[in-house]
């Protein structure tokens, strides 16, 4: 019945993910400054961004019992990231960890996420307005 405009989920269940995705990739840097003096220590990054261009790329294969597992395609809400080693030939003299870049990163991914609760926020508020009969 309600499945179009701003009643649709998807666009929730989409900025919900993103905030899911920056808090992960929040903890990876953090641990990566945090660890900056740690002798042997490999940085690590969180990766999203290949696996979610890989989803829509793939076939999807036919399920045709319970018991079959999913093949091919991945949808948004499916693909998840993972956390590798930063393939990095930096040498700060007791890891490989960039504490520029870190800082970098910490601070994109911060406006990111910044910028996904705004967006997140202004969905929510819509749809309280709708709701409470007022016009957007």
Known sequence: MFNQGIFEGSHLNHLKTALGV????????????ANVE???YSA???RFE???AGADLRLEGARTSDNHLDLGRRDFDSTSGEIHKT????DNGINNVDIDKEMTDLATNDL??????????MKYAN????IRGRSV
Do not use: C, Q
Not at 22 to 33: G, P
Not at 87 to 90: G, L
């Open 112 to 121: 990111s996420y910044r910028l996904a609760t705004r967006l997140l926020s």
């Open 44 to 46: 690590r990054e969180f």
């Open 127 to 130: 749809l309280r307005s709708a």
């Open 38 to 40: 740690t002798t042997g």
């Open 22 to 33: 920056y808090a992960r990739r929040h903890k990876v840097v953090a641990d990566n400054i």
């Open 50 to 52: 290949e696996y979610l």
């Open 87 to 90: 393939d990095t030939d930096f």
